[in-house]
């Protein structure tokens, strides 16, 4: 079947680690590794004869079971579950299979089962921040001093360094992988409480066998296990949204300095990489246009995350199957995300010269408050910012130099002389702590 996960022409956007946890194979072995938990757990506290959870772990394992049979089973019983716990109960035998599944409800198995696949997804993903990170480190580092043009609206504004904005990029991201950690604590957690949350099956274990579970499977207890919430994978979801905002927001940047126009950086290059059909010139920025389009498709599924929590009393499969579908597909988007950007980062090239160039299309202006903040010493900076844009306006409008039109104001005049202004409309003159943030947050 047809996806975009599995189609020939878009497969290779997506991590193909990631897509091998959420398969239909990992997806059922997720299940059968609750359910045999659950079993092992609940023989533990006299729930279920051990002899049972003996066979039911023998027999939870995926290839053992036949996926079309049981695809044909859920399209006859309109079930999502049914079919698979009816072939278990045939692997188990009797005995055995009228303990399976004891006291819990599909959600209960789907969500924890989910769980188990999200935190090998996480694993996936931290590793590439982590890897991205250091290569933004390295990025800003080595370009602590290069000088750039800062814009701001999509015009020079003041100097920066490349390095600066590289390392801006950097906090953003581990903050990012800071709250996703976090999330990750939140999010992993085991939820069996049964039709309606409240062990009422459970012969008055339901707290120890759930922890029980827990344990066995390495994840966190739920406080109260009602089939309701779902803000625990709400708020994991929303921060691969803010990853995904933060990885097109670069991608977008790399895009602009890559402009034919502007050609102060560019993405990797190799021969027999095509830019286009028809124009043979074009080295495209490919990985970045990439990883903007995966962003976007990541961050427009965060609106469902909530939508999914607005769940009607104590169980509402008009919720739960939206996020049956979400959670992995979140998971696989967020963790190819994260990779791209990593490979992009680690590819760029910086070109210091054309930066160098930009810095000069505007004859000094873009150093026009350096001289202000001069001026605004002797002449206040409400009346220095005056004779700046006086003297900007004039040089726009009419030609000639930034320099000659400062000198000319009547302001100025008697004032030239004091004026070290071929300093001040030096851009290296200008950076305020640049550098200083740099090694701060490279230290981080």
């Given at each position: 079947m047809f996806t975009m996960f599995t189609s020939h022409f878009t497969r290779h956007w997506f991590d193909q680690r990631s897509l091998?946890?959420?398969?239909?194979?990992?997806?059922?072995?997720?299940?059968?590794?609750?359910?045999?938990?659950?079993?092992?757990?609940?023989?533990?506290?006299?729930?279920?004869?051990?002899?049972?959870?003996?066979?039911?772990?023998?027999?939870?394992?995926?290839?053992?079971?036949?996926?079309?049979?049981?695809?044909?089973?859920?399209?006859?019983?309109?079930?999502?579950?049914?079919?698979?716990?009816?072939?278990?109960?045939?692997?188990?035998?009797?005995?055995?299979?009228?303990?399976?599944?004891?006291?819990?409800?599909?959600?209960?198995?789907?969500?924890?089962?989910?769980?188990?696949?999200?935190?090998?997804?996480?694993?996936?993903?931290?590793?590439?921040?982590?890897?991205?990170?250091?290569?933004?480190?390295?990025?800003?580092?080595?370009?602590?001093?290069?000088?750039?043009?800062?814009?701001?609206?999509?015009?020079?504004?003041?100097?920066?360094t490349f390095g600066f904005k590289v390392a801006a990029w950097h906090a953003e991201l581990r903050r990012e992988r800071d709250l996703l950690a976090s999330a990750g604590e939140q999010a992993f957690v085991v939820r069996l409480g049964g039709g309606v949350g409240t062990f009422a099956a459970m012969l008055g274990n339901g707290t120890k066998v759930q922890s029980r579970v827990a344990e066995i499977l390495g994840l966190g207890v739920e406080d109260i296990p009602v089939r309701s919430a779902f803000d625990r994978f709400a708020h994991y979801i929303s921060v691969l949204g803010l990853i995904a905002a933060t990885a097109q927001k670069i991608a977008e940047e790399i895009v602009f300095l890559q402009r034919t126009e502007i050609a102060e950086v560019e993405e990797s290059f190799h021969h027999g990489k095509v830019g286009s059909s028809t124009m043979a010139q074009k080295r495209n920025p490919q990985k970045s246009q990439n990883l903007i389009g995966l962003s976007r498709m990541l961050r427009g599924r965060v609106p469902l995350a909530f939508e999914s929590m607005v769940r009607n009393n104590e169980g509402d499969a008009s919720a739960s199957n939206v996020s049956d579908v979400l959670v992995p597909e979140v998971a696989v988007i967020g963790a190819s995300v994260v990779w791209l950007l990593d490979s992009l980062v680690g590819g760029l090239t910086v070109n210091k010269d054309q930066m160098k160039n930009n810095l000069r299309l505007s004859g000094g202006m873009i150093l026009s408050e350096a001289v202000m903040m001069q001026l605004a010493n002797v002449l206040g900076r409400h009346t220095a910012h005056h004779v700046l844009y006086d003297a900007a306006m004039e040089t726009v409008e009419h030609g000639g130099s930034f320099e000659d039109a400062i000198t000319r104001h009547e302001k100025v005049r008697e004032l030239a002389d004091s004026l070290d202004l071929k300093t001040l409309l030096d851009p290296a003159s200008y950076l305020g702590e640049a550098g200083k943030c740099v090694d701060e947050e490279v230290a981080r």
């Amino acid at each position: 079947m047809f996806t975009m996960f599995t189609s020939h022409f878009t497969r290779h956007w997506f991590d193909q680690r990631s897509l091998n946890v959420w398969s239909d194979n990992s997806t059922l072995q997720a299940w059968l590794d609750v359910e045999v938990a659950l079993a092992k757990a609940q023989a533990e506290e006299g729930i279920i004869p051990e002899s049972a959870a003996a066979k039911i772990a023998e027999m939870g394992r995926s290839e053992l079971f036949n996926l079309e049979h049981i695809s044909a089973g859920i399209i006859s019983t309109m079930h999502p579950l049914v079919p698979v716990l009816r072939e278990f109960e045939g692997l188990c035998g009797e005995e055995a299979a009228g303990m399976l599944h004891w006291g819990v409800t599909t959600q209960n198995i789907f969500e924890t089962g989910a769980v188990l696949q999200l935190r090998e997804s996480h694993k996936i993903i931290m590793e590439g921040l982590e890897s991205a990170l250091t290569k933004l480190g390295v990025l800003a580092r080595d370009n602590r001093d290069v000088v750039q043009a800062g814009r701001t609206h999509g015009q020079h504004a003041l100097p920066i360094t490349f390095g600066f904005k590289v390392a801006a990029w950097h906090a953003e991201l581990r903050r990012e992988r800071d709250l996703l950690a976090s999330a990750g604590e939140q999010a992993f957690v085991v939820r069996l409480g049964g039709g309606v949350g409240t062990f009422a099956a459970m012969l008055g274990n339901g707290t120890k066998v759930q922890s029980r579970v827990a344990e066995i499977l390495g994840l966190g207890v739920e406080d109260i296990p009602v089939r309701s919430a779902f803000d625990r994978f709400a708020h994991y979801i929303s921060v691969l949204g803010l990853i995904a905002a933060t990885a097109q927001k670069i991608a977008e940047e790399i895009v602009f300095l890559q402009r034919t126009e502007i050609a102060e950086v560019e993405e990797s290059f190799h021969h027999g990489k095509v830019g286009s059909s028809t124009m043979a010139q074009k080295r495209n920025p490919q990985k970045s246009q990439n990883l903007i389009g995966l962003s976007r498709m990541l961050r427009g599924r965060v609106p469902l995350a909530f939508e999914s929590m607005v769940r009607n009393n104590e169980g509402d499969a008009s919720a739960s199957n939206v996020s049956d579908v979400l959670v992995p597909e979140v998971a696989v988007i967020g963790a190819s995300v994260v990779w791209l950007l990593d490979s992009l980062v680690g590819g760029l090239t910086v070109n210091k010269d054309q930066m160098k160039n930009n810095l000069r299309l505007s004859g000094g202006m873009i150093l026009s408050e350096a001289v202000m903040m001069q001026l605004a010493n002797v002449l206040g900076r409400h009346t220095a910012h005056h004779v700046l844009y006086d003297a900007a306006m004039e040089t726009v409008e009419h030609g000639g130099s930034f320099e000659d039109a400062i000198t000319r104001h009547e302001k100025v005049r008697e004032l030239a002389d004091s004026l070290d202004l071929k300093t001040l409309l030096d851009p290296a003159s200008y950076l305020g702590e640049a550098g200083k943030c740099v090694d701060e947050e490279v230290a981080r």
